[in-house]
């Protein structure tokens, strides 16, 4: 059995009927990050190496409650816990740690 994280949505619009599935997404791997802001849900993964996290994009506005895979974005180490990501004004900022002494170029 593969380890990871599904993402699924359900449709409460009726609270006095059942909730409507309404998709899911998988996410391989263990010790999986996640957040939600009102606009997108985010998935953190090291899918291949162990400092080097994926964060999964998922938006999450639709009104029927349908998921959409936005996208994903590779960081330059690994992001360990879900107070690493701050998403304000259309601005993800990630806050991520790598083994030895790194050295990023400034721009």
Known sequence: MESG????????ADPGANPV???SLWYAGWGNVVAATDVYFFVVTQPGDYYQSV???I????????LRAFGSI???GRIPDKFKLNYEGNVLTTIAESPGSAV????
């Open 74 to 76: 590779t960081n330059a």
């Open 55 to 57: 964060v999964g994009v």
């Open 59 to 66: 938006d999450i506005t639709a009104p029927d409650g349908t």
């Open 104 to 107: 990023w170029p400034a721009s």
């Open 5 to 12: 994280t599904a993402v699924s949505a359900f449709d409460l």
């Open 21 to 23: 599935a309404r998709g």
